[in-house]
């Protein structure tokens, strides 16, 4: 992703190959962009870094800190909010809408942390996060 530097936080989703591959492929986007499960902000950075205005949205705590954190670290603003998919955006119109969902059904892998399994887990099939962001 060029100049951009993620840090890692416990408890947030490690952006893997499929988070690199986003970043590295959404088209250049100007205006007003909504991430949904903003994680670490890899995605949300990267499109302030290519100057689109960002709002990114998680319900875990320590990856709205992640967010804050990697937006700060490279020199980006990002509006960054905590909240449950579209609940802290209500009313609010955006001209593009990304995420990167969850979309595993549960394993028996045990992450040590709730927060991190809502980052990786998308419901008993793998597809309810999915169909919540869709309705």
């Known amino acids: 992703v060029g100049k951009i530097a993620i840090t890692n936080f416990e408890g947030v989703y490690e952006p893997a ?6 970043a590295n492929y ?3 986007i100007k205006g007003h962009v909504l991430e949904i499960g903003c994680g ?3 995605i949300s950075v990267h499109l ?3 100057g689109a205005q960002v709002t990114a949205v998680d319900k875990n705590p320590k990856a709205v800190e ?3 954190f990697n937006s700060m670290n490279n020199g980006v603003k990002i509006e960054v909010l ?5 609940a802290p955006v209500e009313g609010r119109r955006f ?3 990304v995420c990167n969902p969850p979309y595993l059904p549960p394993s028996d892998e045990k ?3 709730p927060d991190l399994a809502l980052a990786v887990e998308g419901g008993p099939t793998g597809t309810e996060f999915i169909s919540r962001f869709l309705s």
């Open 95 to 97: 001209g593009t809408i």
């Open 40 to 42: 670490t902000g890899i």
């Open 26 to 28: 959404l088209p250049e």
């Open 82 to 86: 905590e909240g449950d998919m579209f």
């Open 111 to 113: 992450y040590g942390d």
């Open 17 to 22: 190959e499929d988070s690199w591959l986003m």
């Open 66 to 68: 992640a967010t804050r």
């Open 48 to 50: 302030a870094h290519k």
